[in-house]
Every structure is written in C-alpha cells, then in structure tokens.
C-alpha cells in the first residue's frame, strides 16, 4: 500500500494510524498461525526512558553551581589587571613640559583628573574640547594633569615641544609631561585613560576612551563631595 518496512506486529497498527480511510481491515491482515507467533514472541518492547537517580540529581546540581561561579567570575573578573576603584593610585615624580616638577603627592588636597593621552591619538584629539570645557568649570577645586605615554610608535616621536605645541592648538593650559615609564605601573593600554582621584588619592572611578562631558563632571563633583 505504501511501500514501507513494517515489522509484523506492529502491521494491523501501521493500517489503522496510518491508512483510516483504506478499505482494508487490519484484522484481516494477519493469519492465526502469524497472530500466534506474536503472541509467543511476546509485545513490542518501548523504549523506556531511564529514571534520574538522587546521585544524579547532585551531579547535575553541583554542575549547574559551578557553571554560575564559572559565569560570574567572567562578569565580576576579580583577576583582571589595572588599577580598579578604592585603590590608591600609585606615587610619582616627573618633570612637567614646561620644567617644573610635578608629584601626585603633592596633589592631596583636591581631587585630580588624571589623564593618560597620547597626542597623536585621534580619540586624546576629540577628548581635548570636552576636557578644557571641565577645566573652565573645574580649575579651581581640581587638578588637572596629563601624561603622555607616546602609544603611538610611529614616527616622529613624543617630545616636549611637540606636547608644548598640542597644549597650545588644544587650548589646554594644565601640566603634560611625559610618563611612557608609568604604563606598567597604572597598567594603561589604551589611550585617553583617565582617573578621577579623591583629594587622598584614592582612585574614584577610571575611563577609557571618548568620554562624555557629563559622566566626567558627575564623577569630579562626587569626588569634591568627598
């Protein structure tokens, strides 16, 4: 009728599911002598699905735990590097472009913008304008300072004329001075970095990349906040 495999004893079935419009009694399908040997062989055997066991039902439980811890150490990475909030951000001592020293020591007092910029960066370029528009509200509870970590390893290299002649085009009147030696310490890799430091020193929150002018100024005012 259909051209399908049917074992025997599942035939008057096939018939009666597959086929309830043939004009065909399944009961008529099979022989007594064939009826008698499905009888002896017995039913069809089902496939029965095996039960889970309590000992199972750990495995899979203590299974689940793990992939969540697994998940959330992923999310929360207590493992991943640089410099995090609540830390404090690690001393210097450098020499500003225009010669004078600069310290971050000798910052306590007020809270800081600390900027890692490389001048040669196309984002440090678009973040400058947002920066001096901090500034003109800012300057006089903040310090503002900027480092520049030469990323860029193109020619010509970073010097203190070349920052000299960004301070001027950018507008920006802050101290810059060079700092490629503190890239490992506060552990940047990428430019702008910028780390918003309570007047202790304590590191408040850290941005990377073009950040929007209002998410700075909220930062800074918390860290005036105390």
Known sequence: MCDVSVKIENLE????????????????LLTEGERATIKAVGPP???VRPSLTMRGKVIIGVAAIVILLVLAVIIVNP????????????????????????????????????????????HCINEA???????????????FL???????SLPPDDTVQRIDSFKSTQNTPWPYALAEALVPT??????PTMFILTANGIILQVYTGETPLGTLSSALDQALRG
């Open 45 to 47: 055997r089902t496939t």
């Open 146 to 152: 900027s480092l520049d970590v030469n990323f860029n």
């Open 186 to 191: 506060y552990q940047v890799s990428a430019t």
């Open 13 to 28: 079935r096939h018939v009666r599911d597959q086929h309830p419009r043939a004009e065909i009694d399944p009961s008529q």
């Open 79 to 122: 493992f991943r590097t640089g410099l995090r909030p609540g830390q404090e951000a690690p001393d210097f001592s450098l020499v500003a472009s225009d010669g004078s020293p600069v310290s971050l020591l000798a910052l306590r007092g007020q809270p800081v913008l600390l900027e890692f910029i490389d001048i040669d960066c196309p």
């Open 129 to 143: 304008p947002v920066l001096v528009s901090l500034y003109s509200s800012h300057s006089t509870t903040v310090h």
